[in-house]
Structure formats: C-alpha cells, structure tokens
C-alpha cells in the first residue's frame, strides 16, 4: 500500500512545547490525518542551532525544550550554569513569556549548545561575537525552519508528532 504525499507550505508544530514554524514540509496521511514526514531528531537539532541564534531573548518553554533535549535534570541544568535548580523551575514557569535571566547566563546556555553541536572553532568565535550584548526583550516570535531542503524523511528512526510528544 502506498502512502499519500503532499508538500505543505507552512506547518505549525507544537511538539516541542512552543510554536515552531516550519515551511515547505513533506506530509505524509497516516489513518486519515496529515502529519510531517520529516526526521524529527534533526529537526531537534536544528531548532536548537536556531536558538542559539533566535534575535530576542529565550522563554521558559523554551528553556525547558533546550534542558530536555540535552537530557539534564533540574538539578543537572542548574549545576552546569551555577544557578539555582529553583532557578530553572523559574525560568521554566515563565512558559511562552522571556525568562528574565542574566544576560550571562542565558549567553552560557546558547554557547553550550553550539559546544555540543560541536562547530568550528572560527564559527563559535563568530557566534560569541554575535552573542556580546544582551538582546532586547522584544515581543516573542516563532522560530521558523525551512523544512524542504533541510529535512529528509528519516530511514531509520522517524517519529509521528504523536509519538514525539507522548
């Protein structure tokens, strides 16, 4: 039995505990609903890198997002940034809303990410560069994530959205 395909031009997708915006996603109908058809353990990792870089400050659903995809306990996350485990349940708390940490701090967590990711050296000189001055605690936005070149349907270990939020 073949499956039915379609391209879709935006998708919202709110697995991850904030909106996400992807475009140009491959969809694929499984029993009567459309879902993406994409790797979602790449999309992970590249909605992490999009952090690292997104333009105004990062919200507590997205801190919790970032703290478990690196697979850290409360306490864990709150050692590797010398704060508080209350801390990170506060920023946490905060939901869809800016965490208001230091500036420090939350450039201490995006640098992390792009440490494990493992870039250049010259490329994290950049991203630090970029990073220097605290950002605006301007209105939240959607991360967005053109999906069409970027994501491949996984061969191996692909999940539906229901199962990547269960």
Request: glycine share 6%.
């Amino acid at each position: 039995m073949k499956l039915e395909r379609k391209r879709q031009g935006v998708f919202i997708d709110r697995g991850f505990g904030f909106p996400v915006e992807l475009r140009n996603v491959p969809m694929v109908l499984v029993r009567g609903s459309w879902t993406p058809d994409i790797d979602l353990d790449r999309l992970e990792q590249l909605l992490l890198h999009a952090l690292v870089f997104k333009p105004c400050r990062l919200t507590g659903d997205e801190v919790r997002f970032i703290r478990t995809s690196l697979a850290l306990t409360l306490q864990q996350f709150a050692a590797r940034f010398n704060v508080s485990h209350p801390a990170v349940m506060k920023w946490e708390r905060r939901g869809t809303r800016a965490t208001a940490m230091d500036w420090a701090t939350e450039k201490d967590i995006r640098l992390e990410l792009l440490h494990r990711a493992h870039v250049k050296p010259a490329s994290f000189v950049d991203a630090y560069g970029s990073l220097a001055t605290a950002m605006p605690p301007g209105p939240q936005q959607l991360t967005a994530l053109e999906v069409g070149t970027t994501l491949k349907p996984s061969a191996g270990r692909r999940r539906t959205n229901a199962a990547a939020r269960g």
